[in-house]
Every structure is written in structure tokens, then in C-alpha cells.
């Protein structure tokens, strides 16, 4: 059966985005300076190969183990599932060709037809709730795993769940003072993870951790 | 010159310490269950041959790269820095031959003369102020390190004036959902540091870094 899997971003001090980077201030990535934090966060995979071409940046980046493993995490997802503050920004931002070629599920309460996009993304506007997100990404996965993408309110959702199985994380050696946290409103007692494996990158020391 | 430095035991969501770790709650440990997420959070430590010589819990303990790594850490620090509070709580668990082996200078507005304990630890109260607990602790250190032992709120005042150039982190692959955070109240631009090594141990994986 398929896994259920985080893998983020994480500053050291904890954000999984930095204050200010919100839709209102989207054309203005100087405001609190959340451009150039964001970019500090996720330079581990701006610089990838696999990155740069999933997201039509042009031919070049980085090969190795970091490129490696980005494409391994793209490869193995079968079906995405995304709140809504996500999924705006990256309406906004995305190529025609949305980088996930999956379905991809979005929590929100409009109501709207699915988004077909070239190159196999296709999104779903879910309104009945997490359950219904999980069950319809599951079936859509196949043998293959669900991602839940984000943001940090969607990723705890599923945490208090107890659904998640893996939880990669990409700890980079930045300090934002503000933002949006990952680990929030955790119920007690929350899940139990054990460490599986550990990749020290030159600009994020990627964890791996495992349900037990 | 001697370096200033942080090494502490982190849970993943980022706490320090458990929620009713206080002296209110010393004598209960199952508290809120303090003792037990206390204990999964420092297990990496406590397991070490190191320690368990270090606080006289007798002959035993893992040998290895951690317990190497915490001889080494103790072998470098030439005075210690602490808040009232965790001295208090040290006060009241440590044995009578203190394990810190050397001046430590404690931020308090308490007015007490040193306290001094066999095996070379003396306690020195400090009212004035952490600049000035930071220029005698320099001062005792000679060519040995300083170290900011804690809390929280103790490490976030030496964050915040710059001088932290070293950032030892055992992040434990656990969640305590609430407690002391120690990334918080951080001024604005924080601290930059840069990942300088990772040692990937089976109870918590060891995050260095070093100021840019």
C-alpha cells in the first residue's frame, strides 16, 4: 500500500516560510525580506538539477546526492495534497506545466471544476474535509506514495491524525525570528518518530525520520 | 582567544524543555510526563559512558563517536554560563561534586557568595548582567572555551548580542508538542550560521554550526 510522506523545507529555528510571504505581498519579495529568506530556506533545491528542469528554469544545477534524492521524492509521489494558501501562491507562480504531474488534491471551501495542466497535474478542489483529501489521493496513488505538500497547517492536520509515516525534512542553517512554524498545535501525546537516515548537504542537512 | 558556544539536547518541534519541567514539579516527574519526554530528549547523553562517570552513576555506558564527541565538549569549556533557573533545578539533582569541573557564572538577581564545590566547580552569582557574566567567564576560560549552558531564554540574550559562534544542536527524534522553545524572541537580522559537521547518531543526530 501506498505511504503517506512530509517532505519540507525547515528552517533551524523551525518556519516552514518566513513572515510576509503571504499572497497580499507576493509581487513584493523584499517586504521583511521574505524573498531572499525563502531562497536562503529551499537553496538546497533551487540549485538542483532536477529542480531547474521540473520547473523550466533552463538547462544546468547541481548533480549528486541531493539532486538524486529530490528526484527519488518527485518519482515516488503518486498523488499531492495541498491547502489552499499553497495552492494560490503557486497558481501564481508555477509554470503552465504545474511540477507535480499528479493528481493533486486542494483543501479549500470554493467550489470549482478540476485543473487540468499539461504534463499530468491535475488539480481536485476538495471540500468535504482531510479524510476525503487522504481517501481520493490514496486511490489515485496506486502503488505509489501521497505527498502532503503543505503549507504547515495542512502537514499538522495530518500529523494529529496519526497518518504520516515518513517525515523528511530539509533543516537549513537559517534563522527566520518569525513565520509560519511547522510544529504547532500538536495533539498530546503526537506521533512517535525514529530516526532512518540522515544526508549531510552542503546547504541542508536532510532527515529522515520514521513512524514507529 | 576562547570561542563562545551552545550545546544543547533539541526535540524536533524545537523545545528545550518539556512543559512542568519546573522546580514546582521537580519531586513528580510524571507530571504532564516531563520526566519521561525528559529523558527520551537527553537519552543520546545519559546512555554515554561519559556521563554516567561525569554524574557518578557508576561504571557502564556506551563508548563511541557521541560519548567521544561529549568528552570532547567537556574537556573544551573553561567556564560556564546559566540562567537561575536551570541552576536551581541543577541545585537540586546534581551530586555534591557538581559535573561541570569549572567556574560557572550564574545570571541571577539572588546576592550570594560563590558556592564552592569539590572536584573544582564553584558557582559565581552574577547581578549585573549577562555582558558582564560573559567578560568574566572569558576572563576564568583562558585559552578554554565558554559555554552558554542555558536556558532558553539565557541562550536567546547571547544569540541576540552576536557572540554565540558555535551552535552545537542533538536534535532527538521526538515531539514534545509544548515547553521551552529555544528559537524565540530572535532580533531581527538573527545570527547567520553555516552547517560545519553532522553526526548521525542513533538517539539524536548531532547539528553543528558555526557563525559566518
Redo the contacts between chains.
Keep these: 500500500m501506498s505511504k503517506v510522506f512530509v517532505n519540507i523545507g525547515l528552517s533551524?529555528?523551525?518556519y516552514m516560510a518566513p513572515e510576509g510571504m503571504t499572497m497580499e505581498h507576493w509581487g513584493t519579495p523584499e517586504y521583511k525580506?521574505w524573498g531572499a529568506k525563502w531562497g536562503a530556506l529551499m537553496r538546497w533545491m533551487i540549485n538542483t538539477q532536477y529542480f531547474r528542469e521540473n520547473l523550466k528554469f533552463g538547462p544546468g544545477g547541481e548533480t549528486g546526492p541531493v539532486n538524486d534524492m529530490v528526484r527519488n521524492t518527485m518519482e515516488r509521489i503518486g498523488a499531492n495534497i495541498m491547502g489552499k494558501r499553497m495552492f494560490e501562491q503557486g497558481e501564481a507562480s508555477w509554470p503552465e506545466e504545474a511540477p507535480f504531474h499528479t493528481p493533486v488534491y486542494v483543501l479549500t471551501h470554493e467550489k470549482r471544476e478540476p485543473w487540468v495542466r499539461p504534463g499530468g497535474t491535475t488539480f481536485y478542489f476538495i471540500n468535504d474535509g482531510v479524510e476525503s483529501a487522504l481517501k481520493q489521493a490514496r486511490e489515485a496513488a496506486g502503488a505509489r506514495d501521497v505527498r502532503i505538500s503543505g503549507g504547515a497547517n495542512v502537514i499538522q492536520q495530518y500529523l494529529n491524525m496519526g497518518v504520516v509515516e515518513e517525515l523528511e525534512i530539509a533543516?537549513a542553517?537559517?534563522?527566520?525570528?518569525?513565520g509560519r512554524?511547522?510544529?504547532e498545535n500538536?495533539?498530546?501525546?503526537?506521533?512517535?518518530?525514529?530516526?532512518d537516515n540522515?544526508l549531510?548537504g552542503?546547504?541542508?542537512?536532510h532527515?529522515r525520520?520514521v513512524r514507529q
Design positions: 533551524l529555528d523551525g525580506n533543516l542553517p537559517v534563522l527566520f525570528g518569525s512554524r511547522l510544529f500538536l495533539r498530546e501525546p503526537g506521533p512517535q518518530f525514529r530516526i540522515v549531510d552542503p546547504a541542508a542537512t532527515l525520520y
